[in-house]
Antibody
Framework: QVQLQQWGAGLLKPSETLSLTCAVYGGPFRGYYWGWMRQPPGKGLEWIGEINHLGSTNYNVSLESRVTMSVDTSKSQFSLRLSSVTAADTAVYYC???????WGQGTLVIVSS | EIVLTQSPGTLSLSPGERATLSCRASQSVSGSYLAWYQQKPAQAPRLLIYGTSNRATGIPDRFSGSGSGTDFTLTISRLEPEDFAVYYCQQYGSPPRTFGPGTKVDFK
């Protein structure tokens, strides 16, 4: 069963860049889109974007100007960078593959001065 | 962008009752790529149904999905105590892979 483990900084100041990485274990990395989602406290899920093993990406239009995703196929890892964060970016961030359990364990990112 | 609307917002039921959750899309979902997730407090969402009607591995058969085009349904045939949670639908047929706002199933 595929497992996703994610990590990255959990406390940021406004204007800093959020950086998260997700590693894939126990299953194929090639041939799939790998997604990032987030969930602000007490709110619903928001799709941030996705990347495949070739580096092809799709981003949420509302975040497109600040989002960069990258992939390291040799390590079966993919990463998210979100620049110029504000308090509105405070959320639990998840990595996932569609049609598959489980998601990554989630990373709470708090943006506060 | 496909906008998903879920109804009702909250469903108050008792264990043993049947739950019917609706997810409506603003336009047809490509390839019937519609998924349902269950989320409990402080946990990551758990995939229940993918491709409209396929149960994910390990999901009990009291969970079933149906629908096509713009109208989809998740049915829980007999609620167990552990089923009280928030349920989200997601379309992943075309980017952006949008989520619905969720339906909370709580105790009557």
């Amino acid at each position: 069963q595929v497992q996703l483990q994610q990590w990255g900084a959990g406390l940021l100041k406004p204007s800093e860049t959020l950086s998260l990485t997700c590693a894939v274990y126990g299953g194929p990395f090639r041939g799939y889109y790998w997604g990032w989602m987030r969930q602000p406290p007490g709110k619903g899920l928001e799709w941030i974007g996705e990347i495949n093993h070739l580096g092809s990406t799709n981003y949420n239009v509302s975040l497109e100007s600040r989002v960069t995703m990258s992939v390291d196929t040799s390590k079966s890892q993919f990463s998210l960078r979100l620049s110029s964060v504000t308090a509105a970016d405070t959320a639990v961030y998840y990595c996932a593959r569609y049609e598959t359990n489980p998601w990554g364990q989630g990373t709470l990112v708090i943006v506060s001065s | 962008e496909i906008v998903l609307t879920q109804s009702p917002g909250t469903l108050s039921l008792s264990p043993g009752e049947r739950a019917t959750l609706s997810c409506r899309a603003s336009q047809s979902v490509s390839g019937s790529y519609l998924a349902w997730y269950q989320q409990k407090p402080a946990q990551a969402p758990r995939l229940l149904i993918y491709g409209t009607s396929n149960r994910a591995t390990g999901i009990p058969d009291r969970f079933s999905g149906s629908g096509s085009g713009t109208d989809f349904t998740l049915t829980i045939s007999r609620l167990e105590p552990e089923d009280f949670a928030v349920y989200y639908c997601q379309q992943y047929g075309s980017p952006p892979r949008t989520f619905g706002p969720g339906t909370k199933v709580d105790f009557k």
